[in-house]
C-alpha cells in the first residue's frame, strides 16, 4: 500500500537516458562536425582556394536555375518511380519465401527495373515504338500484374515496418551516421544538381547523353550503332545506362542532358543505401552505416553529381555483392545476385568485370577449401549474369573479329550456357562450371602473385589521394583476413560449408579486381586502335574508381569494431564508456571533414573542399569559357540541335544520317556537341591530326585533309563551326553546290543536302 503513495520522479531515468543519449549523438555526428565543416571551410577562404565557393552564392545560384531543373527533377522522379514500379514487381516474385529487408527491396526494386529496361528497349527501338506512351503501357501492364498479386500491399507493410524500426537506429549509432552521410553529402549534391540543367563534366556528352538523346530523338535502338557523337569509339557507349536513362528521360519529358543531371541526387541516395546494405549484410549495421560515413570521401562521391557511369555501376555492384552475401546466408536465390552482376555488366562492362571478379574470387576460396557444391552454385551467379551481357557486347565484339563469328559464336555460346544451366544435373553441372570458372579463378592468384612482386602504381597513388579511406580501410582488410582464417580454421575437415560467413571473404576480394587489373595490364602485348584506348582506362578505373570505392568497407567494419569495443571495455561501462565511444567517432568525422593534410592545390579530395567546389560551380556554372556556363550551349548553338531535332521529327533526318562537321580545334571538347542535344550523328573534321590519341581511337574524327572524300559521299547536312582557335589560321571549308545554306551566322554556317 505504501508503494501506492510514491511520487513518481519528474525525469524518469529511461526517458532522461534516451534523451541524454539522442542529444550526445547529435552532437557527435551533426553539430560538431557542423562546426568543424564552417570552421574548414573559413580556413579554404582565407587560404584562397581557387575551387572556393561561398554558400550564400551557391544558394543564389541555384535559385536561379529551379524554372529548368525543378521541372526536369519532377520529370525524372516520375520515371525513377516507374522504373521502380516494375522492379518491384519482378522483386516479389523473385524473393519467394524470403522476405528481404527494405533497403534490400529498393536496391533489388532499382536492379530489377533497370535490367528490365534493356529488353524494352531492344524490343520497341528495333519496332521504332520507344516513346513516353508504349513505356507507359509497358508499366501500367508491370503495375496491374503486381496489383493483383497484392505486392503494393507487401511493399506498403515493408515500409511501415522499416518506419517503425527508425526510432532504434537512432538509438545507437546507425541512425546518426546515416543522416550525417545524408546531410554532409546530400545537400551539396542537391545544390548543384539544382545549379545545373546538365550534367557539370563535359566528357559525358559524347558517350553519355548523346547516346541517350538519340533514343529519344528517333524513338528507336540499334545497338551496333548507337554511338551519335564523334568524339569516341562504340566501345565507350554503355548500354545498360542507355537503357536506363532513354527509359527515365522518355517519362522526363525534358532531354536526355536535363534528365541524367536530374538524377543526381536519387543516384546519391542509391549509392547511400547500396553502401548501408553491402556494409549490414557483410559486418552489420554499424559497419554499414560507417561505410555510409566513409564514402563521402570516395572517387564515386566526388564526381557523383555529373551521373556517369562509372560511379552509377557501383551501386549494381555493391547490389550484386550484399545479394551474395545474403545469398551465402540461404536468405535469397541465386537469381537475385545474377541480375545485379549482370546490370552492373550492361552499366559499365569493365567496373562490372570488377565485380564479376570479386565474386569470382570468393568461388575459389570454397573451391580451395573443397567446397565444389557451394562452387558449383556460386558459378550458376556468373553464367546467368553473362547471359545478357554477351548479347549486349555483339556490337563490340564485331569490332575486333568478324562479325558473322561475333554474330553465330557468341549468342550461340550463350544459349548452350542457358540451357545447360536450366536442363543439366546437378551433378554435370557442377563439373564443367568447376573446370570453366576454375580456370578463370587461378589467374587471379597468377595477377596477385605478379602485383606483389612489381607493385601497382595506380593503387598507391590512390592510396596517397585517400589516406582517410586508405588507412582505416587498409587496417579493415586486416581484420577481415584474420576473420576468414579463423572461419576457415574452424569449419569442419577444413572446408567453408554454409556455416562459415562469405562476409570476410567478399571484403578481401573487393581488392582483387584492382590488383588483377592494374597488374595485367602492363603484361599484355601492345594493342592497336579501340582496344588499346580501354586498356589505356583500367590503371585509373582500377586504382581510384574501384579501390576507393571496395576500401569504405572493411574501414566501416573497423570504425564499427573500435568504438564498439571501448563503449564495452572492462572499467569503461556506462557513462564513460559512452562519452569515450563518441570522442572517438568525433574524432574520425573530424577527419571525414577537416582536410588534415593541409589546403588542397587540386580537386575536392574532402568533405568541405566538397562543399565549398560544389558552391562554386552552383554559383557561377560549371562551365566556365563555354558558350553558356549552365547548359553547356549557347543560343545559336541550341538553334542548331533544335533545327536538327525538328528535321528527325518531319522525317527528312533518319537514324544514322550524318551530319559533318567541322571544327578548328581537335579534342578539347571546343566543338559544338551537336550529338547530344540533337541526336544527330556526327562526324568531325578538324584541322589538326591526332592519329595516336587513345581517346579518338574508333571514333568518327578525322582531319581537314579528308574533307573532300567525306564529303563525296554526301552526308546529308554540313556544319562548318567559325569558332576556331589561333593556331588554325585558314581559309573554312565549304560545303560545295550540292547543298543549300539553312542558316549563316557569325558562328556557324548549316548547309542541307539539296
Not at 26 to 37: E, G, N, Q, S
Not at 463 to 470: C, E, F, N
Not at 682 to 702: C, F, I, Y
Request: charged share 10%; with cysteine.
Amino acid at each position: 500500500m505504501k508503494g501506492k503513495n510514491r511520487r513518481a520522479p519528474a525525469f524518469p531515468a529511461p526517458g532522461a537516458a534516451v534523451i541524454l543519449r539522442a542529444s550526445a549523438h547529435f552532437a557527435a555526428f551533426i553539430a560538431v562536425p557542423a562546426l568543424v565543416l564552417a570552421w574548414s571551410l573559413g580556413q579554404l577562404k582565407a587560404a584562397g582556394w581557387n575551387m572556393y565557393g561561398d554558400l550564400s552564392a551557391g544558394i543564389a545560384g541555384a535559385g536561379s536555375q529551379l524554372s529548368v531543373t525543378i521541372p526536369a527533377l519532377a520529370g525524372t522522379m516520375l520515371g525513377f518511380a516507374a522504373m521502380l514500379a516494375i522492379g518491384a514487381a519482378i522483386a516479389f516474385r523473385l524473393q519467394g519465401k524470403t522476405r528481404l529487408g527494405f533497403p534490400e527491396l529498393l536496391l533489388a526494386s532499382f536492379v530489377l527495373g533497370a535490367l528490365a529496361t534493356y529488353p524494352v528497349l531492344l524490343v520497341l527501338g528495333a519496332l521504332k515504338a520507344y516513346s513516353a506512351a508504349s513505356l507507359a503501357l509497358v508499366t501500367l501492364a508491370f503495375a496491374a500484374c503486381a496489383f493483383g498479386e497484392g505486392v503494393h500491399a507487401q511493399i506498403a507493410s515493408r515500409a511501415r515496418e522499416w518506419v517503425s524500426g527508425i526510432p532504434g537506429m537512432f538509438s545507437g549509432e546507425v541512425g546518426w551516421l546515416l543522416l550525417f552521410a545524408l546531410i554532409f553529402g546530400g545537400v551539396p549534391c542537391l545544390l548543384l544538381q539544382l545549379a545545373s540543367p546538365v550534367p557539370p563534366f563535359m566528357d559525358v556528352a559524347p558517350n553519355h547523353i548523346a547516346p541517350v538523346q538519340q533514343v529519344l530523338t528517333f524513338n528507336e535502338y540499334h545497338p551496333e550503332s548507337n554511338n551519335p557523337a564523334p568524339e569516341y569509339g562504340i566501345s565507350r557507349v554503355f548500354p545498360g545506362y542507355v537503357s536506363v536513362f532513354s527509359f527515365i528521360a522518355s517519362f522526363s519529358g525534358a532531354g536526355a542532358a536535363h534528365a541524367i543531371s536530374a538524377f543526381a541526387f536519387f543516384l546519391f541516395l542509391l549509392q547511400i543505401c547500396a553502401v548501408f546494405s553491402l556494409g549490414k549484410n557483410l559486418f552489420g549495421e554499424k559497419a554499414g552505416a560507417w561505410a555510409a560515413a566513409f564514402f563521402l570521401l570516395s572517387f564515386a562521391q566526388l564526381r557523383g553529381n555529373d551521373v556517369r557511369a562509372t560511379t552509377m555501376v557501383l551501386v549494381f555492384a555493391a547490389s550484386a555483392l550484399s545479394f551474395y552475401a545474403l545469398y551465402s546466408r540461404g536468405k535469397t536465390g541465386v537469381l537475385l545476385p545474377a541480375s545485379a552482376l549482370a546490370a552492373a555488366l550492361l552499366v559499365h562492362p569493365m567496373l562490372g568485370g570488377f565485380a564479376f571478379l570479386a565474386l569470382a574470387a570468393v568461388a575459389l576460396a570454397y573451391l580451395a577449401s573443397g567446397s565444389l557444391g557451394r562452387f558449383a552454385r556460386d558459378a550458376q551467379i556468373h553464367s546467368l549474369a553473362l547471359l545478357p551481357f554477351a548479347y549486349a557486347m555483339l556490337p563490340l565484339a564485331t569490332r575486333f573479329v568478324p562479325a558473322a563469328t561475333a554474330y553465330a559464336a557468341i549468342p550461340a555460346l550463350a544459349s548452350a550456357a542457358l540451357l545447360f544451366w536450366a536442363f543439366s544435373k546437378r551433378e554435370a553441372r557442377a563439373g564443367i562450371t568447376a573446370a570453366g570458372a576454375g580456370a578463370l579463378l587461378a589467374m587471379q592468384a597468377a595477377f596477385l602473385a605478379f602485383q606483389i612482386r612489381a607493385g601497382n602504381v595506380a593503387f598507391a597513388d590512390a592510396l596517397r589521394s585517400y589516406p582517410a579511406i586508405a588507412f582505416p580501410g587498409l587496417v579493415g582488410l586486416g581484420l577481415a583476413a584474420w576473420q576468414w582464417c579463423g572461419a576457415f580454421s574452424g569449419a569442419k575437415s577444413g572446408r567453408l560449408g554454409k556455416a562459415a560467413s562469405a562476409a570476410p571473404a567478399i571484403a578481401l576480394a573487393l581488392l582483387l579486381p584492382t590488383l588483377a587489373a592494374a597488374t595485367l595490364a602492363p603484361l599484355l602485348p601492345p594493342a592497336s586502335g579501340e582496344l588499346q584506348s580501354i586498356l589505356n582506362e583500367l590503371p585509373f578505373k582500377s586504382g581510384v574508381a574501384w579501390a576507393t570505392y571496395a576500401l569504405v568497407f572493411p574501414a566501416g567494419m573497423l570504425a564499427a569494431s573500435v568504438t564498439s569495443r571501448v563503449s564495452s571495455a572492462k572499467g569503461a561501462r556506462g557513462v564513460p564508456g559512452f562519452i569515450a565511444s563518441l570522442a572517438l567517432s568525433s574524432a574520425v568525422l573530424a577527419i571525414l571533414i577537416h582536410p588534415v593534410l593541409g589546403i588542397a592545390d587540386s580537386g575536392p579530395d574532402t568533405v568541405s573542399e566538397q562543399w565549398g567546389s560544389h558552391a562554386l560551380d552552383a554559383s557561377r556554372g560549371y562551365f566556365q569559357g563555354w558558350w553558356d556556363s549552365r547548359e553547356m550551349i549557347g543560343p545559336e548553338q541550341k538553334w542548331v540541335c533544335d533545327y536538327l531535332a525538328g528535321e528527325a521529327r518531319a522525317g527528312r533526318l533518319e537514324y544514322g544520317s550524318l551530319v559533318l562537321q567541322y571544327s578548328g580545334e581537335a579534342f578539347n571538347w571546343i566543338e559544338y556537341p551537336v550529338a547530344a542535344f540533337s541526336g544527330a550523328t556526327v562526324a568531325l573534321v578538324s584541322d589538326k591530326d591526332e592519329p595516336d590519341n587513345p581517346h579518338m581511337q574508333g571514333s568518327r574524327r578525322t582531319w581537314i585533309a579528308n574533307w573532300g572524300g567525306l564529303l563525296s559521299e554526301n552526308p546529308d547536312y554540313v556544319l562548318v563551326q567559325k569558332r576556331r582557335g589561333p593556331d588554325f589560321p585558314g581559309a573554312l571549308p565549304s560545303a560545295g553546290d550540292a547543298y543549300s545554306l539553312v542558316n549563316d551566322t557569325a558562328d556557324f554556317a548549316l548547309y542541307r543536302r539539296t
